[in-house]
C-alpha cells in the first residue's frame, strides 16, 4: 500500500512543506517567521559557533546554539541567548523555546529563566531531550 524510501526526493519535500504551510497559515494565520542568527566569531573573523534560530507565532525558537570547547567557561552561551532574547522582545515575541539533550546545556539555559516544558526518555542510548521555555 505505502512505498517506504530512504531519500526523500527535493521536490516532493518542497511540495509537503508548501502544503503544510499553507494549511497552517489557513488554520492560524501567518506565522511572521524570521529567522535570527548570531555568529560567534574568532579575532579573524571566522565563525566558530553562535545561535540560530527563528522568531514566528509570537516566540523564538532556538535551532542551534553551539559555544566551542576552548571557549566555553565564559558566559558565551548566556550571552548569546540573552542577545537573542532581546531581539525577539524586539520582535514583539512573549517566550522562547530551546530544547537539548546535553545536562550541562540544561542547567545553563535553567540559570537563564529557562524552565522544563516536556521531556522525551530514553531518546539515544539512555538520554533524554528536554524542551525548555522561557517567558519574555
Avoid at 512505498?3 to 526523500?8: T, Y
Avoid at 576552548?70 to 517566550?95: H, N
Wanted: charged fraction near 25%; hydrophobic fraction near 45%; include cysteine.
Amino acid at each position: 500500500m505505502f512505498e517506504v524510501l530512504d531519500r526523500v526526493p527535493e521536490a516532493d519535500e518542497a511540495e509537503l512543506s508548501k502544503a503544510l504551510i499553507a494549511y497552517n497559515v489557513e488554520m492560524l494565520g501567518a506565522s511572521h517567521r524570521q529567522p535570527l542568527y548570531i555568529p560567534l566569531k574568532n579575532a579573524q573573523g571566522v565563525v566558530e559557533g553562535g545561535l540560530v534560530g527563528a522568531t514566528a507565532r509570537g516566540w523564538l525558537h532556538v535551532d542551534i546554539l553551539f559555544v566551542p570547547d576552548a571557549l566555553r567557561g565564559q558566559g558565551l552561551a548566556a550571552k548569546l541567548l540573552l542577545a537573542a532574547e532581546d531581539e525577539a522582545r524586539k520582535r514583539g515575541c512573549k517566550g522562547a523555546l530551546i530544547d537539548t539533550a546535553n545536562p550541562v546545556a540544561r542547567r545553563i539555559y535553567a540559570r537563564q529563566g529557562y524552565d522544563i516544558c516536556g521531556t522525551l526518555e530514553d531518546y539515544g542510548d539512555g538520554h533524554s531531550i528536554t524542551w525548555m521555555k522561557k517567558m519574555l
